[in-house]
T-cell receptor, first 114, second 114 residues
Framework: DTAVSQTPKYLVTQMGNDKSIKCEQNLGHDTMYWYKQDSKKFLKIMFSYNNKELIINETVPNRFSPKSPDKAHLNLHINSLELGDSAVYFC?????????????FGPGTRLLVL | AQSVSQHNHHVILSEAASLELGCNYSYGGTVNLFWYVQYPGQHLQLLLKYFSGDPLVKGIKGFEAEFIKSKFSFNLRKPSVQWSDTAEYFCAVKGNNAGNMLTFGGGTRLMVKP
């Protein structure tokens, strides 16, 4: 069974479009995250979210917004896509808010903005 | 603020050679430490983690890491690498007062020659 899943796996789109990436976890975790991995493989946290608190990395443009319909899902919406948004986006989850639990990652969504 | 430094950006080894990848962190309080591996084209997988107790941590696939508090280090080791260990390795830190935010190092690309 897939623990953390993301769709789509690949996303190619034009500049200026709005797109969403979906993430689902079946681990019963209460906290989910979005990370961006650039072409140099550098990983940067974008958001941390549970049902009580959204923590936003202040460097993330407000064109990016997480939306959580329920505890098992955290979708990423991106408005007005720019060339620099091309990257791999990873969703992750962990067990306990504020706890030391390890994060488990999804397979990634490779976004290419043309 | 917490930060993580991986000094080796690229490592090339022959099969059966021993491996040690450096990881140093900067954080003033108690930390949780992780090593993740990313095989080519795949997502991040947890190799091992340290929360407390024995500073020598055993992970999957024969990897281990040692937490040396006085040196703020958490180096990854494997006595004998295999070609299948070719991957990108990421060290990550989460301070106990840092909410749920994991901070990743820049990664080390390991290539094992058959």
């Amino acid at each position: 069974d897939t623990a953390v899943s993301q769709t789509p796996k690949y996303l190619v789109t034009q500049m200026g479009n709005d797109k969403s990436i979906k993430c689902e976890q079946n681990l019963g975790h209460d906290t989910m995250y979005w990370y961006k991995q650039d072409s140099k493989k550098f990983l940067k946290i974008m958001f941390s979210y549970n049902n009580k608190e959204l923590i936003i990395n202040e460097t993330v443009p407000n064109r990016f917004s997480p939306k959580s319909p329920d505890k098992a899902h955290l979708n990423l919406h991106i408005n007005s896509l720019e060339l620099g948004d091309s990257a791999v986006y990873f969703c992750a989850s962990s067990q306990r808010t504020g706890g030391p639990g390890a994060q488990y990652f999804g397979p990634g969504t490779r976004l290419l903005v043309l | 603020a917490q930060s993580v430094s991986q000094h080796n950006h690229h490592v090339i080894l022959s099969e059966a050679a021993s491996l040690e990848l450096g990881c140093n962190y900067s954080y003033g309080g108690t930390v949780n430490l992780f090593w993740y591996v990313q095989y080519p084209g795949q997502h991040l997988q947890l190799l091992l983690k340290y929360f407390s107790g024995d500073p020598l941590v055993k992970g999957i696939k024969g990897f281990e890491a040692e937490f040396i508090k006085s040196k703020f280090s958490f180096n990854l080791r494997k006595p004998s690498v295999q070609w299948s260990d070719t991957a990108e390795y990421f060290c990550a830190v989460k301070g106990n007062n840092a909410g749920n935010m994991l901070t990743f190092g820049g990664g080390t690309r390991l290539m094992v020659k058959p």
